[in-house]
């Protein structure tokens, strides 16, 4: 068997406006203030970090993350997913090609994987000829919610 290898970004870039920024200082700055008013002094120091770390990833650039499919399994950066540990898959082609892997973690099971159009069907093939099981599996709601609110 041969292996495949592409690369991708490890999520999809967003350009925010000044505008994004300011709307999160907003509601980061008031949801602290009425909880310091309301004397909560723990859920205002939340707001703050968590609205600090939003920004932070707000600007990171992506990385480019390697993948390869291989005679042992599916290669992501240096973990290495064994077919065994692969509970099944799923190419999605019709609107923005995407591999989805459902492996044996606890925290996070489903992988989404950017693939090309040109990868999709030998991607198939090879996983399929692994006796990888084959099950529709979608993009969960919370990511389209957070992709119509700009995260």
Same mark, same amino acid.
């Given at each position: ?5 592409? %690369? ?17 200082? +907003? ?37 480019? +993350? %390697? ?10 950066? *240096? ?9 099944? &898959?799923?190419?999605?082609?019709? *609107?923005?090609?995407?591999? &989805? ?13 950017? +693939? ?11 996983l399929s000829n692994k006796d990888v099981p084959e099950e529709e599996i979608k993009e969960h709601p919370s990511i389209k919610i957070m992709d119509s609110?700009? &995260?």
């Amino acid at each position: 068997m041969e292996k495949l290898e592409w %690369s991708a970004l490890e999520y999809e870039e967003k350009t925010r406006g000044k505008d994004w920024f300011w709307a999160l200082g +907003i509601i980061v700055v008031t949801s602290s203030a009425a909880s310091i008013i309301f004397g909560n002094y723990f859920l205002a120091a939340l707001f703050l970090l968590s609205g600090g770390l939003l920004g932070f990833f707000a600007i990171k650039k992506p990385e480019i +993350i %390697s993948y390869e499919l291989n005679n042992r399994g599916l290669k992501i950066r *240096t973990q290495l997913y064994p077919y065994e540990n692969i509970k099944s &898959f799923w190419v999605q082609v019709d *609107t923005k090609p995407i591999l &989805f892997v459902k492996t044996e973690r606890l925290f996070m099971p489903v992988i989404s994987i950017p +693939i090309d159009n040109i990868n999709a069907e030998y991607i198939h093939s090879l996983l399929s000829n692994k006796d990888v099981p084959e099950e529709e599996i979608k993009e969960h709601p919370s990511i389209k919610i957070m992709d119509s609110l700009g &995260f």
